[in-house]
T-cell receptor, first 109, second 111 residues
Framework: QKEVEQDPGPLSVPEGAIVSLNCTYS??????FMWYRQYSRKGPELLMY????GNKEDGRFTAQVDKSSKYISLFIRDSQPSDSATYLCAMNNDYKLSFGAGTTVTVRA | DAGVTQSPTHLIKTRGQQVTLRCSPI?????VSWYQQVLGQGPQFIFQ???????GRGNFPDRFSARQFPNYSSELNVNALLLGDSALYLCASSPVDTEAFFGQGTRLTVV
């Protein structure tokens, strides 16, 4: 079993829709949770960073962490074609990041 | 502010050759990590260096080695290249064991 599970999609939504992305994990030692956005052939860009259960909002992005269920989510409101990318969840408990496989999202204009 | 910079951007090597990839972290960041990303997968941890000391190593063969210099820049070396080493190699810098910021990566193709 992988430490971090993420549905690879692909996910296709119309412009303006809410995008919902999820990851589950098995290692209860994970303390920090991140979401990255990766455009094709580019490095991952940090979108959201949280370290406790609950919600964190930044503009159109909301990250949720439920440590009791070992489940994290990212919501993108009012999605735009420029949001089309691969979204990676990541988490760590020390020096090492463990990533999901990434979900590819396409926002249709 | 300059982000994490990696060089070269792309390179093509022949099986059996050796390659050196370079990374400069964000100013003030003392931790540098290396990840390998194969197409269609998430990045896999290779090494982390902090204050020039190796703190951790992922499940990679001894053909992979790295080091960190006094200015906190880092090099990743891969010897005896295999076709399966073809991937995007990512460098990340961190202030401490918290969020990590990635460079644009080096795309290595082994033929």
């Amino acid at each position: 079993q992988k430490e971090v599970e993420q549905d690879p999609g692909p996910l296709s939504v119309p412009e303006g829709a809410i995008v919902s992305l999820n990851c589950t994990y098995s290692n209860s030692a994970f303390q920090y949770f991140m979401w990255y956005r990766q455009y094709s052939r580019k490095g991952p860009e940090l979108l959201m960073y949280t370290y406790s259960s609950g919600n964190k909002e930044d503009g159109r992005f909301t990250a949720q962490v439920d440590k009791s269920s070992k489940y994290i989510s990212l919501f993108i409101r009012d999605s735009q074609p420029s949001d089309s990318a691969t979204y990676l969840c990541a988490m760590n408990n020390d020096y090492k990041l463990s990533f999901g496989a990434g979900t590819t999202v396409t926002v249709r204009a | 502010d300059a982000g994490v910079t990696q060089s070269p951007t792309h390179l093509i090597k022949t099986r059996g050759q050796q390659v050196t990839l370079r990374c400069s972290p964000i100013s003030g960041h003392k931790s540098v990590s290396w990840y390998q990303q194969v197409l269609g997968q998430g990045p896999q941890f290779i090494f982390q260096y902090y204050e020039k000391e190796e703190r951790g190593r992922g499940n990679f063969p001894d053909r992979f080695s790295a080091r960190q210099f006094p200015n906190y820049s880092s090099e990743l070396n891969v010897n005896a290249l295999l076709l399966g080493d073809s991937a995007l190699y990512l460098c990340a810098s961190s202030p401490v064991d918290t969020e990590a910021f990635f460079g644009q990566g080096t795309r290595l193709t082994v033929v």
